[in-house]
């Protein structure tokens, strides 16, 4: 961990990769470890525009930041978006496992395919995530 002396950017020359981060709880995550000067990997599964507006304000505020698509239930695609991470910012030292989704519809109407998806993005993913991070 690199501690940073500006108490503006105390996250400066950190590494950082929010799950989920082109909309939502994730997108507040990215902008605030931009603005504390973080290096921010934007992932996003669906919806590169908005991905690539993230990426756009994140670099406003003075950090570097790219989108990375990866569905975080796919264990190929997540460790294919962290080696692009390691390839252009060397390391990760923040991790925000936030993508998720839910499938609404009471628990006897769910079907076993809506059950699937929700436990691979929740949970899955989450393990997928943070075996990669260390």
Same mark, same amino acid.
């Given at each position: 961990m690199n501690a940073s002396p &500006?108490?503006?950017?105390?996250?400066? #020359?950190?590494?950082? $990769? =929010? %799950?989920?981060?082109n909309s939502g709880i994730g997108e507040a995550c990215a $902008?605030? $470890?931009g603005v504390a000067g973080a290096d921010v990997v934007v992932n996003y599964r669906s919806d590169p525009d908005e991905a690539d507006r =993230?990426?756009? %304000? @994140?670099?406003?505020?003075?950090?570097?930041? @790219?989108a990375v698509r990866a569905d975080v239930s796919r264990e190929d695609e997540v460790e294919a978006m962290f080696a692009e991470m390691r390839k252009?910012?060397? %390391? @990760? &030292? @923040? $991790? =925000? /496992? /936030?993508?998720g989704?839910?499938? &609404?519809?009471?628990f006897h109407e769910m079907t076993l395919e809506q059950? #699937?998806? =929700?436990i691979s993005t929740n949970l899955t993913g989450?393990?997928?995530?943070?075996?990669e991070a260390v």
């Open positions: &500006d108490p503006l950017q105390p996250l400066k #020359n950190q590494k950082a $990769l =929010v %799950t989920g981060a $902008l605030a $470890l =993230v990426v756009e %304000t @994140i670099e406003r505020s003075g950090s570097k930041a @790219i252009r910012f060397g %390391t @990760i &030292d @923040i $991790l =925000v /496992n /936030n993508a989704l839910q499938r &609404d519809a009471p059950w #699937n998806a =929700v989450q393990f997928l995530c943070a075996r």
